[in-house]
C-alpha cells in the first residue's frame, strides 16, 4: 500500500545542534515530496518541495533534504537548531497531481 | 507575501447542526482543497475542487460533506448535520498548478 512515514514522533534536541528528521515513502514511482512546519496554533507552512533534478534541496529558515531514491527517503535537515525551530514537522507526498498524503508528524523539541 | 485565510479560527457547534467554514484562496490559484486533522492523528485529504465541481474525494467526504465557490474569492466546505467525530482541524489550500498547496491557518472545529 502506498504510505508516508515519520518514525520519529518526537525528537528534542538541543540548541545549536544539528537536526536529521526521518521520512520514508512507499510509492511506484517517485512522488512529489514535501515538508511542511506546523507550529502551535499555526497553519502549515511549506518548507520545501522536491519534484525533480538536484536531490538536495535547499528550503526556508535554513532547513534543507535530500531525496534519496534507493531508500525511498526524504529526510529533512538543520545544521544549527534555533529555539523557535520548535514545532511538528510533517513530511508530504502527492503521487502525481492531486491530494498530498501525510505523514504521522515529527513533534521537535529544542533544549535550551 | 499572498496567502490563504480562513475563517473563523474557532467553531463549536451542537451536534446535528449545520457548520460552514469559509477560505479565500489565493486570488490567482485555481485548484483548491480541503484537509482535516483530527488531534493526534494524521492530516487527511477531503476534497479537491478545480473549474466548480470536485475532481476528487476521499472515503471521508461523505453525503454530509459539500464544497462550493459562491463568488471569486471564497471556497466553503459545508457539513450539513456534524457529528462528534467531525471535532478536527479542518485546512483549506490552494495551487496554480497542482503541484505545490499552500494552506491556510485551520479552522479549529469542536462538536458538542
Known amino acids: 500500500a502506498q504510505s508516508v512515514t515519520q518514525p520519529d514522533i518526537h525528537i528534542t534536541v538541543s540548541e545549536g545542534a544539528s537536526l536529521e528528521l526521518r521520512c520514508n515513502y512507499s510509492?511506484?514511482?517517485?512522488?512529489?515530496l514535501f515538508w511542511y512546519v506546523q507550529s502551535p496554533g499555526q497553519g502549515l507552512q511549506l518548507l520545501l518541495k522536491?519534484?525533480?533534478?538536484?536531490?538536495l534541496v535547499q528550503g526556508i529558515k535554513g532547513f534543507e533534504a535530500e531525496f534519496k531514491r534507493s531508500q525511498s527517503s526524504f529526510n529533512l535537515r538543520k545544521p544549527s537548531v534555533h529555539w523557535s525551530d520548535a514545532a511538528e514537522y510533517f513530511c508530504?507526498?502527492?503521487?502525481?497531481?492531486?491530494?498530498?498524503?501525510f505523514g504521522g508528524g515529527t513533534r521537535l523539541m529544542v533544549k535550551p | 507575501e499572498p496567502e490563504v485565510t480562513q475563517t473563523p479560527s474557532h467553531q463549536v457547534t451542537q451536534m446535528g447542526q449545520e457548520v460552514i467554514l469559509r477560505c479565500v484562496p489565493i486570488?490567482?490559484?485555481?485548484?483548491f482543497y480541503w484537509y482535516r486533522q483530527i488531534l493526534g492523528q494524521k492530516v487527511e485529504f477531503l476534497v479537491s475542487?478545480?473549474?466548480?465541481?470536485?475532481?476528487?474525494k476521499s472515503e471521508i467526504f461523505d453525503d454530509q460533506f459539500s464544497v462550493e465557490r459562491p463568488d471569486g474569492s471564497n471556497f466553503t466546505l459545508k457539513i450539513r448535520s456534524t457529528k462528534l467525530e467531525d471535532s478536527a482541524m479542518y485546512f483549506c489550500?490552494?495551487?496554480?498548478?497542482?503541484?505545490?498547496?499552500?494552506f491556510g491557518p485551520g479552522t479549529r472545529l469542536l462538536v458538542l
Open positions: 489550500a490552494s495551487s496554480d498548478n497542482q503541484e505545490t498547496q499552500y
Open positions: 510509492y511506484g514511482a517517485t512522488p512529489y
Open positions: 522536491y519534484f525533480s533534478g538536484d536531490t
Open positions: 508530504a507526498v502527492v503521487p502525481r497531481g492531486n491530494m498530498l498524503t
Open positions: 486570488s490567482n490559484h485555481l485548484y
Open positions: 475542487f478545480y473549474n466548480n465541481e470536485i475532481s476528487e
